[in-house]
């Protein structure tokens, strides 16, 4: 499990990492865009990031912390297994599921908007992508925290 779960802190650090990226200077940096200009950057940034590499950290950590969740709760009460199990399941809802019911419904919109409705559709977006893209990286960064403090718990 520790190999597991060591691999489960490395993905979501980097994915974590990379929303943070969004948090800290890229929507930043798309603001100051002409609205159209912008729009049309964020649609390639979506479908740019459908790729295998994205796609192995974005849905293999959830498939580690789900095995980190099961194991932890099959312990319950040995040392580090509540932070293992807080801290997996705080990716699952942070970074994967708000991403998932979020991020993602807002993403297709903004893929099937009329360019000519920049505009309205752009600031709008950009105010609610922003809200969930915070909310999920600072439940990402817990998330790291708590696993990484498990497993110091249980090889201290």
Known sequence: MTV??????????????LLFAFANFVMQALATLPREQGMLAMRQ??????????????????????????NASLVLGSPGSVL??????????????????????LNNRLAAADIGEADRVWPDYQVRWQRWNHVRTCVGVASIVLLAAGLASVHP
């Open 45 to 70: 940034i979506n479908e740019k990031i459908i790729n295998p590499v994205f796609l192995l950290l974005f849905l293999g950590t959830p498939i580690l912390c789900v095995l980190v969740a099961v």
């Open 4 to 17: 597991i779960t060591i691999a489960a802190i490395t993905g979501a650090g980097v994915v974590t990492g």
């Open 84 to 105: 293992l199990l807080v801290g997996s399941l705080s990716y699952l809802a942070g970074p994967f599921g708000v991403t998932m019911l979020c991020n993602v419904p």
